[in-house]
Structures are given as C-alpha cells and as structure tokens.
C-alpha cells in the first residue's frame, strides 16, 4: 500500500519490535541460568556454583522427559490436524453463510474458552469413561479439540468472511474438478488462516495439563505434567532445565511459520470477525 | 441412562480385556488371606501404577530406580511412577471413576497419602481393605503405637500401611540468625521484633495449616484438650484466642502481612532469598535435601521447638478399583522391608525417617540403620521425637484452616 515508509514510522517499528523481542526472551534468560545453576541466591548476579545435575536428571530414564517430550510432540502434532480437519468446513460454514441459529452455533463453540475448563473437567472425565476413552492416548487427543477448536474454527471463520467464493465458481467454469479447485485455488487462499490457526492449536494443546492428567489418568505424560511437578515444588533448576525443552517445538514451529505472523495477511488482520 | 452406561462399559471391558496379559487382581477380597507366594505369583508379569506427589528428583529416583529395580528383578512386576503436584489428583481420578461406575478397571493402584486426602478415600469407599494382615512385613510395623495406627486421628483400621515419617521442624541460616527462637511465644516475639522477616504460607498450605495449628495449640495451652472429635464450644475458645494472636503479629510479618506466601516453596524461596530468616517444613530432612540441590544456603540449620512440633505418619493405600491389587501389594511389602526403610533414611538419597519398627528388623539392618550418619544440617530425628505432638483429627483442621480465611487472611 505505502511504498516507502518514512524514517519516523521505520525506527519506531525498530522500537516497537526490539522492545517486543526483549520482552518475550528476557524471562527466559533466568530459566537458562538457573538450569545449570547449583544454588542462585540473593543479591548474587550470578550463581556462585555450576552444575549440570538438572540437565541430566531431565536427559535420565527416570524423569521421563525424552519420552514425554515425543509423545506431547505426536499428542499436540494429532490434535492440530484434527482441529484442522473440522475446523477449516466449520470455519467456512461460519464465514460464508447465513443459517438459523448461526448464533448459538457461534456461542457452542466459543463456549470452552469462555467456561474455565477445571469447572467441567470432573463431567468430562465420566463422559470419556463411559465411552472407554479415558487412559489412552486417544482420549486425549480427542479432549485436547475441546479448547484447540475454538481457536481454529474461529481463524478460519474470520479467513472465510473475507473470502469470495466466485474464484472457485470460476475455476469449475474453466473445467477444474472440484479436487482441483480446493487444491488449486481454494486452499492457496485459505493457506495463511490454516497455518496461524494450526499454531495456536498446537499451542493450545501444547500446553494442557489439567484434561490430560485427568482423562490420561496418568498413564499419558505429557511434558506439562512433569513440568508442574517440579515448578510448584521450588526446584528452579529442574524446572529450568525441562522448561528449556518445553519451549523448544514452539519456537521451532514459530521460526517456520513466522512470515505468516507478520500481522499484514489475512488471516491476522480479520481475526475475531466470525 | 444408568442401564446405557453400563452396557457401555461392559463393552469397554470387552474391548479392553485382551489388554491384561497378567491375572487381574480387581477382586481384592480373594487376595486376604491367601499365602503370600499364591500373591506374588499372581503379581508375577504384571504393572503397578503408582501415583506420588513428583516435586522432589531425590525421591522420584529412589522409587523409580530402587524400588522399580527390586520389582523388576525380584519380582517381574513394572512400576510405574506417576508424578503428581497435588495428591487430591489423585483422589478426584478414583473418585471420578467409583462415580461413573468404575468397579475394577481403575488406573490408580496405589497412592502416597494421608490425612485429608486419607479421609476422603476412606469415608467414601474408595480405600481397598483389610489386607495388611496378608503382608510379609507388617509385623514389622507397630500398630500398636497411635500415631501409626491412626492417621490424623482417623483410624486406620487396614486401609492403608505406613511408608515414612516426618515431623515438623523450623530452619535458620545461621549466617543470617545468632540464636533463631525456639518456641511459639519466642517465635511471636522475635517477629515483633524483627518485622518483615518472619511469615508462613496462607492455609489450607499444607506447612502454613501445621503452622497455625502450632500456634493453635500454644492459644489452648496444649493439645490434650484438642484431641478427639471435633468439639464446636473448645474450637470457639481457642479460635478466638488464636485469631487474636495472629491478627496482632500480622502488622510485623513480611510486607506487614497485607499478603502471604501461597505455598511451601514460595516460603522456601522468600527464606533462600534472604527476604525472610525462618523458614519450616513437615519434611525436616528437606533441609539437607534443599541444601544438596542448592535450594538453600549451606549454612542453613534444622531445629525443633522446645515446647514440641506435629508429627505425623504417611501411608500408601490402594484404591478399591486397583485391577493390580497383588501387584500393589507387593511394593507395599517392598516398601516396609528393612532394607527399602534403610535406604530411605539416607541422607543422601532422601534422609526420611522409618515407618517400621527397626527394632523389629534383623540384625544386619538393625546395625546399618545405628551407622546411619545423618545430614549434620537436619534437625535429628531422635531429637524431634522427644517433643513430638500429635495431629488433630481431620474435622478440627478443617474447621481451623476455615477460621483462618475467615479471621486472619481476609
């Protein structure tokens, strides 16, 4: 739209970005030092001993955590591509069409993320042991779409809205199969909204503890769980050092997908307009 | 409905019995009394689920590595540690499942508890009992002694078999603190005097909870009166006196008591910082634990009180829906072993006192547990015992920690 900012407008997104940038990783500078630290007291600026002791209890068969951390990987990887399934028809169904009850439809699914998930999760505990769910991978993937589908559903509504329909009308005039037309044009379009929906999906499911404890019922460990095992028992240096592995697939995911973050696509822009 | 559920879950068990390769021990009446190679038998293949407060590597690597070793080489059963952050965790899971229907498919088959938590599986027929008798090495155990047979002054009656001890001790960083006080009314006055070094954690914080109840049994001028059911005239008194106490040491706390720290660690971390000079904990080997980890100064010492900290027993119990009753019955008779207890008094491993009576051990055992060298910064077992205080029942601690939030922490 503008083809040259001017100077004004460029370092204060300079600003803007660094300030940004040092607000998210400097939290994180601590979690580093503390996992190597052996003893990190006050007013020190830093720990006066070293130690590697957090590193390799977190890399021990003991601690699960190499484990855990590939089954949370496969758990959040299934739960994304579910959500994007059913999220990606629902979406257009939402952004496209007007239908009876679109409101109430609406208001279902953002239902999970208004209603705090610890106030249902005792009912849905005996909802997914009557269907034997429960204690199984499977189950938690499935409880997992409670809070990601929302998310999802709600991007690609938004994408939807913005969306017209003609170009694909088009294509099908031009002799393209309906295949072709999704794959061709359809799902070009939509790319970007799938993508930042995916990522909160993945984070979302990413980062559940209470549903996976219970509908798990401990047989599945997610990284999570063991993670809050040790933030709410004081051990920072424990906690450091498998809190540094649980960052790890977010950032790499972010990485791959952040020229689609970058707040001028689509997908961003209308984001929360169903 | 009810009809429809249950042919759900007869076709769950359907699908899911070819699962257990092992014999299923759900039906743990058939187990009581039988010989105790007929129980390992059974126990033989199969797995153990259990569920354990996670927050500590020490412990987690003495049950998954030492007691996990000895199931898998003595006895072919696999453990599974399942690391909580709160043990109700654990209950709500059995709890959720005896709802639903759940009668013997459950996926906890064991959990380390006690009191409130004990409360709740017994009152509400979650608790697998009457077994203990079944184990090799109950005779180990003194069940004559109350503050074993009793867990929080509710009853054991079979539910459930000791694992450890542990009895309320107070630390100080001697760097920090010339002589720290050494009784409830010093520890009242000393905060008075040094304002803004001194706090506990807001109940129903297990360790700030044991804290008021110290300060609760000074405001009754013992304990005696105390024990037994809860009795709402005696509960009023002393309440009243308590609160008085505590609401004037607020102004002299930590940020002049507008807030409290929200658990033990927050506490732990506050004293590691030098914000506050005292800190405490339920588990006093904790101290050489935290030490060792680097969690506290070196210079941090253990100490009781001269007018007696609350002790109190904890346990493992198996809920009633355990599939791998005979399994879990196995660690419990690995846990009580002499060797298991010795192994768990070490300072470097986790330095917890017995639950067994050592005099009832053999020889060998006896002699390594008098070697035993404890952390030089724990306050001593034997030293705190000498002073020891019993747990009020679990309706008093209800009602005190209620109290709290109502008269105190508002």
Redesign the interface.
Known sequence: MVGKDSLGIRSFRFLTGSLLIIWLVLPLIPLAIWSF???????DLL?T?W?M?AWE?AFS???GVIDSLWLTIGISLAATVLSILIGVPAGRALGLYNFRGKQLVELMILAPIIVPGIAVV?GI??VF????L??TVSGVILVHLIPTLPYMILVMSGVFSNYDPAYEAQARTLGASPLKTFWYVTLPSIMPGIIVGGLFAFLVSWSQYVLT??IG???V?TLP??L???A???????TGAIGMIYILPGIIILLFTARHLSGRNGAVGSFGQI | MKNQ?NA??L??AL??APIAAHADTADGSSLIGKSWDEVVSLAKGGEV?W?L?????NI??YV??FIGGILKDDFDIKL?R?????TV??V??VL??K????LDKG??DMIWINGENFRTMKQGGLAFCGYTETLPNNKLVDWSNPAIANDFGVPVEGCEVPWSKAQFAFAYDTARTNSPPKSIPEIIDWAKANPGKFTYPAPPDFNGSVFVRHVFYYAAGGVDNLLGDFDQAKYDEVAAKTWEILNDLEPSLWREGKTYPA????L??LY????VDLTFNYEPAGVGLNIE??????TTQGYGLTDGTIGNTNYTIIPFNSPNKAAAMVLQNVLLSGQAQYQKALPDVWGAAAAIDVSRTSDDIQAKFASLNPHPNVAPAAELAKAALPELQASWISAIEKGWQENVGN
């Not at chain 1, 630290?37 to 007013?43: S, T």
């Not at chain 2, 399942?82 to 709160?86: A, F, I």
């Not at chain 2, 658990?263 to 927050?266: G, L, T």
């Open positions: 630290a052996k003893g990190w007291f006050f007013p720990p001993h130690s002791r209890y068969d003991t601690s005792l505990h005996s042991i009557s269907f034997g429960n204690n404890l219970l019922g401990g047989r460990v769980l063991l809050f095992n040790f709410t028992s004081g051990r920072n240096d424990i | 559920i759900g879950l076709a769950c699908v899911l689920n569920f407060w996670g927050g500590s590597d987690n690597q998954t590595e599974n399942v690391g909580l952050s709160d965790e654990a709500n899971i959720g499942e709802e639903s229907g759940v996926s906890v658990s033990i660690s927050a732990e971390q590691a910082n030098s914000e980890n680097g969690v506290f100064p070196p």
